[in-house]
C-alpha cells in the first residue's frame, strides 16, 4: 500500500522569507501524480499545485513550487515570498493506481509570523 | 456558487443515532469520494464510486455506507453513531479518465457523536 509521510508537524516562517515543506512517499507504481493541497482555518481543501510523475520538470503555480525527486520518492513545497494567508494546514498527497484514490499524510501546520 | 456542497456543515449527534451527509456537486463529474479528517492522521478514503452503479469500499469503511443516488449526489450514511467517529468529513469530486485525477473538495462537515 501507499503511503505519505510528512515529516514536519509545524514550520514557522517570517513573512516575505522562504520555507520548504518536506514530503516522502512510498509506492511501487510508476506512473502516479502528486499533490500539495492548503487547508485554511476555513477548514476548505484548497489545490496549491500538482505534479505529474512521469515528468521531470517541477512544477510552479506563482509563489509555490516544488522539488521532485522521483528515485528518493520526495516532493517538497516550497513558498517564496511567504504572505500571511499562507499560514494554514499543508497536506502532501499521493494518487496512483486503480480509482485514483488519494493517500494523504498527516499534515503540515505553517505559521507565518509578521 | 460552489461546486461541490455538503450538507449539514455541522452536526452534533448522539451514540447510536442513525445519521446522514449529503454531497451534491455541479462539476459534472462521473467519481465522487467520501473521507475522514482526524488530527494527525490527515484525511482517509471511506467509500468512493465511479458511477451510480459502482460502489467501492476505501481504507475505513467499516461503520459506514453509501448511496449514490444520481451522478450529482452521494451520500454518507452512519447507521449507529459512536464518538470515534466524530470527524470532519469530506467530499470530492473528479472527472474519470486518464490525467484526469485532480481532486475537487467539498467544505466538510464537521460531525460531533457525544
Known amino acids: 500500500a501507499q503511503t505519505v509521510t510528512q515529516s514536519q508537524p509545524e514550520m514557522s516562517v517570517q513573512e516575505a522569507e522562504t520555507v520548504t515543506l518536506s514530503c516522502t512517499y512510498d509506492t511501487s507504481e510508476s506512473d502516479y501524480y502528486l499533490f500539495w493541497y492548503k487547508q485554511p482555518p476555513s477548514r476548505q481543501m484548497i489545490l496549491v499545485i500538482r505534479?505529474?510523475?512521469?515528468?521531470?520538470q517541477n512544477a510552479t503555480e506563482n509563489r509555490f513550487s516544488v522539488n521532485f525527486q522521483k528515485a528518493a520518492k520526495s516532493f517538497s513545497l516550497k513558498i517564496s515570498d511567504s504572505q500571511l494567508g499562507d499560514a494554514a494546514m499543508y497536506f502532501c498527497a499521493y494518487s496512483g493506481g486503480y480509482g485514483n484514490k488519494l493517500v494523504f499524510g498527516a499534515g503540515t501546520i505553517l505559521r507565518v509570523k509578521s | 456558487d460552489a461546486d461541490v456542497t455538503q450538507t449539514p456543515r455541522n452536526r452534533i449527534t448522539k451514540t447510536g443515532k442513525r445519521i446522514m451527509l449529503e454531497c451534491s456537486q455541479t462539476k459534472g463529474h462521473d467519481r465522487m469520494y467520501w473521507y475522514r479528517q482526524d488530527p494527525g492522521l490527515g484525511l482517509r478514503l471511506i467509500y468512493y464510486?465511479?458511477?451510480?452503479?459502482?460502489?467501492n469500499k476505501g481504507e475505513i469503511s467499516d461503520g459506514y455506507s453509501v448511496s449514490r443516488q444520481a451522478q450529482a449526489k452521494f451520500s454518507l450514511s452512519l447507521e449507529s453513531a459512536i464518538p470515534n467517529q466524530t470527524a470532519l468529513y469530506f467530499c470530492a469530486t473528479s472527472e474519470a479518465g486518464v490525467g484526469t485525477d485532480t481532486q475537487y473538495f467539498g467544505p466538510g462537515t464537521r460531525l460531533t457523536v457525544l
Open positions: 505534479q505529474e510523475a512521469y515528468k521531470q
Open positions: 464510486s465511479f458511477d451510480v452503479k459502482d460502489i
